[in-house]
């Protein structure tokens, strides 16, 4: 993106956002003030284990959560208040303006209906146009996403497309309405080795090609390493360190982050154990107070236990909240490279 | 290689055979599965001729996509899935034929470690009379069960008194993992089949769970078979890897050799889809095209002819060979590349 475009509003803009499931037992905080804005045109990773808040945060985007959970804060698409929308708005705005890509396109998509028609009723649900003019467009959908004999196989149930192809198909759909902002959870965790580098570089060029702004969530710091322009790594349902993803993996600036590059199993000596992050991630229903890795970590102080640390700014572009960023070491990955 | 390293002068007295026996040999092992409603005669061919040798105390990785049969070998080994045809051979003993051993004395000396930590423990047992339960099939009385069920949580690092009472559900995800390696060491096995053990934690925790396993094997003597379709993980835990494509034993090897040259160009693509965690070094075309084919119909001769960039007409012909694979240190691959009188206009190149 140029320059100007860089100084332009961000494509999405989400300040605290909050998502608590609510129930007779117990109150889960899932997602506990995310904030992190994303440029047009930008990959930005979430990456974080599980429960982390990264799919619900992802949910929260698309308006897909159930009724019962409490979402607070604040999500602005294009200046446009996304909490907000209710009705006709909201349905064009699933679909139209945002879509996403699911993990597993098996239970995704639906296996009573044709490859074909899942894409040609989108199509026109949105677009409009008749059946043949939507049926041309949607047999170039399958060709840009690389499926062969793409004619042949708009005619497929789900069940008769491998893996991979099913994830394609899954794509063209995501972007047969052209959406500025796509979002995908986890694309390719469910591929092989072999499928999975070719849909992440798909996945890359047509970013590409047509300029979408994409949320990418992976548990995968190979994958964000592959895809991402930004990462934000989150823990526990907040952001806690944000920045350009060559950056972040080679010098983390959270002990989160450098625990889990040590704790990725990727070249380590065979003869030597893993630095492994000792401990398991809080319990959502009952976070500590203070920093939620403090319980986790080797750099803690009682000051960490106090309250949440604010963000600090150790670099341009880098974010990360903690209150030892001048204490985390190198990832092992720099000693390696 | 570390596995001469750790070998232990302490003697098992079930050791029968001695070190120099090999723990399991496997021969043109094979089991297909019937396919209903997909027309006369169509099976799934899972496991199609695999040979191998595991040695005492080392680690042997299994690496393949899904569909290779890597899980169906693992429930051929403990004869969970028995095999049509081949030859199973524990510590010199011809498994399941009379004058061998017999299938539930196997099942005392291997033990195996699912995926799904979940599903593989009862929801309705403590998990510290899940992990009694062997020791009491096996002729313990409830006390002493329930006293090798502390032991070995301690030895997997969950403190009895804590742990032991609680239910499956009660439990994260890496501590049911260390429950079920638990559940496996408790009626003291030889070796352990860990079938994807690792692969559904997230990584934080995958790393203590390495670090457990690779300390339990030291200390109670035990030799893996580590199947996993993570070649990061694989290369880090295992003495020798053997790579599977639809069915079939594509190339086996000592580790650091199969990572460093790779034979067969299966493996090599396999090695090439590895991410490489440095955003300044993206992949920028795809080792291969294309997924895996099915295993229910698979290409004549060699079986990965249909994705490979060096295919001629000898592969499509015939199958080829993976060779003499008996000792510790053989690395060969079923790939005519590597036979010089195949025929093939690249033999011996690789």
């Given at each position: 993106m140029d320059g100007h475009t860089e100084a332009a509003a961000p494509l999405l803009d989400v300040r605290d956002l909050t998502v608590k499931f609510v129930s007779r037992e117990a109150t889960v905080t899932a997602v506990n003030g995310a904030t992190f804005s994303l440029r047009a045109g930008e990959v930005l990773c979430l990456l974080g284990e599980s429960g982390s808040g990264k799919s619900v945060t992802l949910r929260a985007l698309m308006r897909l959560l159930p009724k019962q959970a409490q979402v607070a804060g604040r999500v602005e698409l294009g200046g446009q208040d996304v909490l907000a929308l209710q009705g006709k708005a909201l349905r064009a705005f699933r679909g139209g303006e945002v879509a996403m890509v699911f993990q597993e396109p098996m239970t995704a998509l639906d296996p009573v209906y044709t490859i074909g028609q899942h894409l040609v009723e989108m199509i026109r649900r949105h677009k409009g146009g008749t059946k043949a003019e939507a049926r041309a467009r949607a047999i170039e959908l399958l060709e840009l996403v690389k499926i062969p004999s793409a004619a042949r196989r708009?005619?497929?149930?789900?069940?008769?497309?491998s893996g991979g192809l099913r994830q394609r198909a899954m794509i063209a759909i995501a972007l047969s309405c052209g959406p500025r902002l796509l979002l995908a959870d986890e694309p390719t965790t469910a591929l092989d080795a072999t499928v999975q580098i070719q849909v992440l570089i798909l996945l890359r060029r047509l970013q590409q090609e047509l300029g979408m702004g994409t949320i990418f969530v992976t548990h995968d710091l190979g994958v964000a390493a592959e895809i991402a322009d930004r990462v934000a790594v989150m823990y526990a349902g907040r952001v806690i360190e944000e920045g350009p993803v060559a950056d972040v993996l080679r010098a983390p600036k959270h002990p989160y982050t450098a625990g889990l590059l040590a704790s990725t199993v990727h070249e380590q000596a065979p003869d030597q154990d893993i630095a492994a992050i000792p401990g398991s991630p809080p319990d959502l229903r009952r976070l500590p107070g203070g920093c939620s890795f403090a319980p986790r970590c080797g750099l803690a102080t009682e000051a960490c236990r106090q309250a949440f640390p604010d963000p600090v700014y150790p670099a341009p572009g880098r974010m990360a909240r903690c209150l030892r960023v001048a204490d985390v070491l190198p990832s092992p990955l720099t000693e390696l490279a | 290689m570390s596995a001469a390293v750790e070998m232990q002068p302490y003697v098992d007295p079930r050791d029968r055979g001695g070190a120099a026996q090999p723990m399991l040999i496997a021969r043109e092992l094979q089991r297909h599965f019937r396919v209903k409603g997909a027309g006369t005669g169509a099976v799934v061919r899972a496991v199609d001729g695999v040979s191998f040798t595991l040695f005492k105390g080392e680690t042997l990785g299994v690496v393949g996509e899904s569909g290779c049969g890597k899980s169906t070998l693992a429930r051929l080994l403990l004869h969970l899935v028995v095999p049509d045809s081949g030859e199973l051979v524990f510590d010199g003993d011809a498994v399941g034929e009379r004058g061998g051993v017999n299938v539930a004395d196997l099942r005392r000396q291997v033990q195996m470690v699912f995926q799904d930590s979940y599903s593989s423990l009862n929801p309705r047992m403590p998990v510290q009379d899940s992990i009694a339960f062997g020791p009491m099939v096996n002729g313990r009385s409830k006390t002493e069960a329930r006293r090798i069920a502390h032991e070995i949580l301690v030895k997997v690092g969950l403190r009895p008194d804590l742990?032991?009472?609680?239910?499956?559900?009660?439990?994260?995800g890496g501590q049911k993992q260390r429950v079920n390696i638990a559940r496996a060491l408790a009626v003291g096995p030889r070796m352990v089949i860990l079938d994807e053990a690792v692969s559904a934690l997230d990584k934080s925790v995958e790393a203590q769970v390495l670090n457990l396993l690779r300390q339990l094997k030291r200390t109670l003597n035990l030799t893996y078979l580590f199947i996993s379709h993570d070649l990061n993980v694989v290369r880090y835990i295992s003495d020798r890897v053997l790579v599977m494509y639809l069915g079939q034993v594509v190339e086996l090897g000592p580790a650091a050799e199969v990572f460093a040259r790779a034979r067969h160009p299966y493996t090599r693509a396999l090695l090439g889809s590895r991410?490489?965690?440095?955003?300044?070094?993206?992949?920028?075309?795809?080792?291969l095209v294309g997924d895996p084919p099915s295993p229910i119909d698979p290409p004549s001769g060699c079986r990965f002819r249909t994705r490979c960039?060096?295919?001629?007409?000898v592969c499509e012909a015939r199958m080829p060979t993976l060779g003499h694979w008996e000792d510790r240190s053989s690395h060969v691959a079923a790939c005519h590349m590597t036979r010089p009188d195949s025929g093939h206009s690249l033999a011996g190149s690789a």
């Open positions: 708009f005619d497929a149930y789900p069940h008769e497309l | 742990f032991g009472p609680r239910y499956p559900h009660e439990l994260s991410l490489s965690m440095d955003a300044g070094r993206r992949i920028e075309a795809p080792p960039p060096h295919a001629e007409s």
